[in-house]
């Protein structure tokens, strides 16, 4: 019997940043090294994903190769026969399993994702079609491999209650077609504090750290030198209370601060964090810019040792395979909805 599916996607449109390596890598990179003998690992690029906003075209084929190194450099085990790196694009089924999903979609569904209401607020020009339907190429992307679990962060939770809305609607039409991912609490329950995670920008944090962000100033980025994420972090808008507590409402900068202190302490038991009390917030900075500083360090060097040419025949190997895995899906899908004997 085929293994239950872990999956995940990282857009490649700009560079990678701390939110995107603990709210959606780091929960798949944990589960590819300590359960990988009961999973199977899907971390994907989305590349049709790509320009639902404004990318540099131009660069997109080294961004996607950034990406898939971060993978590497992350942890993630190439060697393993059930850990698939692949690119969205080079599967032919997930659009057209997507273009099958639209027409069992409903407009109003889409005009309610948050995420497209934000982001189409800011842009009225230049809103793509593209962006509006996007959840439902997201929905092929986890349904085409029979996915259970999706670790994302929370900004993703609508599109995967979606995904299951879709699915059970399909199911319900034409029998068992598609594999319901788990609930969304469920999911909570299974990656543990990580998933649903929601980092926040530095600069602002009432909104969360985005590779979408304009100015940067807010975001610590992978690639960050550890000297330009100190200064980012020691400029990180706080407030006027004196107090070092999570309080999400009244503090949500130093929550944030205190957040991201916790995650790097989670990571590994190298980044020491000064045990002793903090006493002011330029303190607290500091240690989160230390840890920062070790944790970039030690990221870049790994990034530094990735071999390209393992990358190349690993997604040779994993884009041959799950061809194989979306066809039959989709096969099942069209013969469901009349397109094949
Ligand atoms: P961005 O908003 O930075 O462009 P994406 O939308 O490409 O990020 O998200 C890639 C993955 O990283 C998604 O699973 C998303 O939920 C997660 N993610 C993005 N930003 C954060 C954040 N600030 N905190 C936690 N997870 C995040
Ligand atoms: N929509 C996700 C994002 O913007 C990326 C993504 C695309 C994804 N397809 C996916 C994540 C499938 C998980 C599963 O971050």
């Not at 407009?107 to 800011?122: L, N, P, S, V, Y």
Request: proline residues 5%.
């Amino acid at each position: 019997m085929s293994k239950p599916v872990i999956l995940t996607g990282l857009r490649a449109n700009n560079d990678l940043h701390i939110g995107n390596y603990f709210g959606a890598l780091l929960p798949i990179i944990d589960m590819a090294q300590r359960r990988n003998k009961e999973y199977q690992i899907n971390l994907f690029i989305p590349d049709l994903h790509s320009f639902t906003a404004e990318v540099d075209h131009n660069t997109l084929q080294e961004a996607i190769m950034q990406n898939l190194r971060v993978y590497v450099a992350a942890g993630l085990p190439l060697n393993d026969p059930d850990v698939h790196i692949y690119r969205q694009s080079y599967i032919a089924a997930h659009s057209e399993l997507t273009w099958i999903l639209d027409c069992f979609t409903g407009m109003g569904e889409m005009k309610r994702m948050t995420q497209f209401k934000d982001k189409a607020k800011k842009d009225d020009d230049r809103v793509s079609v593209g962006l509006f339907n996007y959840p439902v190429l997201m929905a092929a992307d986890i349904l085409l491999y029979g996915a259970d679990y999706v670790p994302v962060g929370d900004d993703q939770t609508q599109h995967l209650e979606f995904t299951r809305d879709i699915a059970e609607r399909l199911n319900k039409k034409f029998g068992n077609l598609f594999k319901v991912p788990k609930a969304v609490q469920e999911q909570h329950k299974f990656f543990g504090k990580d998933q649903g995670l929601r980092i926040k920008d530095l600069a602002d944090p009432t909104k969360k750290m985005s590779k979408s962000d304009e100015t940067g100033k807010g975001v610590i980025f992978l690639i960050d030198t550890p000297e330009a994420s100190r200064q980012k972090i020691m400029t990180a808008t706080t407030d006027s209370l004196q107090s070092i507590k999570p309080d999400p409402v009244n503090q949500p900068g130093i929550t944030n601060l205190l957040d991201i202190l916790a995650l790097l302490a989670l990571v590994s038991s190298d980044y020491q964090i000064n045990p002793r009390p903090l006493n002011g917030y330029a303190e607290l900075k500091t240690a989160v810019a230390d840890t920062v500083a070790i944790f970039l360090n030690d990221f870049q060097s790994k990034l530094k040792e990735v071999d390209d040419n393992g990358i190349f025949n690993k997604l040779e190997i994993s884009e041959k395979l799950m061809n194989e895995q979306a066809d039959s899906t989709l096969l099942k899908v069209q013969k469901a909805v009349g397109l094949r004997p």
